[in-house]
Structure formats: C-alpha cells, structure tokens
C-alpha cells in the first residue's frame, strides 16, 4: 500500500506541486516558514537520490565517458549562457536576473531521470549525466555564477562553494554510501526515499512561492515567459547536440532533458542563503521547477510517441525486406 502511495505521489508529482503553489498564492503566510527549512529539504532530496545510485552506475561513466562528458559540458555552458541572454534581452532587475542565472549555472536536476524514462529514453546515460555534474556543481556553479551575475551583485564563491557541499555533495554521497552498506534495509526502505525527494521539492517550491505571492502577482507573467523560454530553449538544444553527435534517438532523448532539466532547488537555497540582501532571487528558481516539470512532461511524451512510431516503421521496413 504504501508503495502504492510513494509511486502514484512521484508519478503525479507535478498536480501536487501546482496545487501546493496554488494554495501558497492564496494563503502565503501558511506557506511561508517552510522556507527556513529549504537547505535541510533540498538535502533530504539529494539524500534520497543518492539512494538511488549504485556503485556501479559509475562503470556506464567510465565506459562512455566522452558523450556523458559533453552533456555535462553541455549543462554548463548552454544553459547559463541561455540565462544570461534571458536577462540582457528582457532587461531583468537585478534580483530576478541573479535568481535567472543562478538557475542556469545549477547542475542536472533528479527529475531529469524520470522525464527521461517516460520519453523513452537512456535512463542509465541520463544518470551517469546527473551524477557527473552533481559531482562537478561544487567548483562549476560558484565560479559561472561569479563570471556572469559578478557584475550585477557581489558573489562570495567560497560561501557558494560550502553551501552546494552541504546540500548536494555531502547528502548525495552519504546516500550512495548507505546504499553501498546497508544494501538490503535500503531496498526494504525504496519506496520512501522518492516520496521524500518528491515531498521535498514541492514543498520548497510552495515555500519560495507563499513567501513572493504579491510579486508574483505583479511581475508573475514576465518571469513565467523567461523561465519557459530557458527552460524550452535548453530541450531544444540539448536535442540538437545530440542529433549533431549522432546520437541514438533514446540517448537523443536524454541529453535533450539532461540540459533543459536544473536542480532548480540548488538555485533556490543559493538565492536564499547566499544572496539574501536580493529576496527575489529566489523566484526563478521555484517558477523553473514547475515548468520544468510540466513541460518536460508533454516533451518527453512526445519523444516516446516518436520513438515508438519509429520503432514501428524500422519494424516493418524489416519485415518487407524479409
């Protein structure tokens, strides 16, 4: 019963985050205090992920590294590059513009991996992507967001550093180790670990959201456009990596989500712990997790009708040769 609940709460995860968001609009003082406990949500997260990684998830890194290695470039240049232009092109204030940014130097988010599976695509190159940029955010996402928001706003890369230690790095491997031990209590335990994640997620999601509903009121549609346009633009371009590297359509599928999919949680505890003299920046992250959520859903949906018809097609043109 209770795998039942995990599974139908991780499956609809995205009705339950825009219920949630809902609520937080119309009743925002509930809501509020959950963002003094974003960094120990998001780490829950990260822990339950860990969890779900195997020692021998790395053996598929080490065996392809160089198409796992150029999606995680891929993550780390596309995307923040993407933001930046986001900014300059809507002129953005400043807050936004550092929460925008903040967003695209995160590394690949866990949603990634299960939009990748209902696309049909490589879910083991999907986490050997994830994996790798978790483990490179510690050194990449401070020093990009100090590169391209230093400018706007004063950056403190070791302060960025320990935070993204503390909340991703540290849970993470935590989580790969237990794993490693306690192999069997944590397969008794699979079906809690995503209902946390999950929970997790939605829970700071509301949290930021309850504690900016009147700005979202007012400048809600001019940051839900740059928020949509990063977020479409990087599945867009993540796909035509792949189809330029010559790609399976299956590994098509997954660097495509990899790099249009951001820990956007990571933005949301940077913004909040990092950059708390700039309360809004926190705003882009929250309003990418929906999105995110919700249009790699109807993409990845997509992408499994097109596999599938073309699985059909070489099926038969198969069956005509013969």
Same mark, same amino acid.
Not at 215 to 229: A, D, E, P, R, W
């Given at each position: 019963m209770f795998q039942k609940i995990s599974d139908f709460f991780v499956k609809h995860l995205i009705y339950f985050i825009i219920i949630l968001s809902a609520l937080a609009l119309k009743f925002p003082d509930?809501? +509020?205090?959950?963002?003094?406990?974003?960094?120990?949500?998001?780490?829950?997260?990260?822990?339950?992920?860990? /969890?779900?990684?195997?020692?021998?998830?790395?053996?598929?890194?080490?065996?392809?590294?160089?198409?796992?290695?150029?999606?995680?470039?891929?993550?780390? /240049?596309?995307?923040?590059?993407?933001?930046?232009?986001? $900014?300059?092109?809507?002129?953005?204030?400043?807050?936004?513009?550092?929460?925008?940014?903040?967003?695209?130097?995160?590394?690949?988010?866990?949603?990634?991996?299960?939009? /990748?599976?209902i696309g049909g695509g490589d879910v083991a190159f999907s986490v050997s992507m994830t994996i790798l940029s978790t483990l490179l955010a510690p050194v990449l996402t401070p020093l990009l967001v100090y590169a391209l928001a230093g400018s706007w706003v004063e950056v403190s890369v070791l302060g960025m550093v320990k935070s993204v230690v503390q909340v991703i790095l540290i849970p993470v491997l935590l989580g790969i180790g237990i794993k490693k031990v306690f192999a069997k209590q944590v397969e008794s335990? +699979?079906?809690?670990?995503?209902?946390?994640?999950?929970?997790?997620?939605?829970?700071?999601?509301?949290?930021?959201?309850?504690?900016?509903?009147?700005?979202?009121? /007012?400048?809600?549609?001019?940051?839900?456009?740059?928020?949509?346009?990063?977020? $479409?633009?990087?599945?867009?371009?993540?796909l035509m990596v792949g189809k330029a590297l010559h790609l399976t359509e299956a590994e098509n599928t997954a660097i495509s989500v990899e790099v249009g999919t951001q820990n956007s949680g990571l933005s949301v505890v940077l913004a909040t712990g990092s950059f708390p003299m700039n309360p809004l920046a926190s705003l882009p992250g929250a309003i990418f997790s929906v999105c995110q959520n919700l249009v790699g859903s109807i993409y990845c949906t997509w992408r499994a009708r097109k596999v599938e018809k073309l699985e059909i097609s070489s099926q038969e043109s198969v069956e005509n040769l013969g």
């Open positions: 509930n809501f +509020k205090p959950m963002t003094d406990y974003t960094a120990i949500f998001l780490a829950f997260a990260m822990f339950g992920m860990g /969890t779900t990684i195997a020692v021998e998830d790395f053996q598929h890194l080490i065996r392809h590294p160089k198409n796992i290695i150029i999606g995680s470039i891929c993550q780390f /240049t596309l995307m923040p590059l993407i933001a930046l232009g986001l $900014c300059v092109l809507f002129k953005l204030p400043q807050d936004l513009a550092l929460g925008v940014i903040l967003v695209g130097c995160a590394p690949g988010g866990t949603a990634s991996n299960v939009l /990748t599976h335990l +699979k079906s809690v670990f995503p209902l946390i994640s999950s929970l997790a997620i939605a829970l700071i999601i509301s949290g930021i959201i309850g504690l900016n509903a009147e700005k979202i009121m /007012t400048s809600g549609l001019m940051i839900f456009s740059v928020v949509l346009l990063h977020n $479409c633009l990087g599945l867009f371009l993540g």
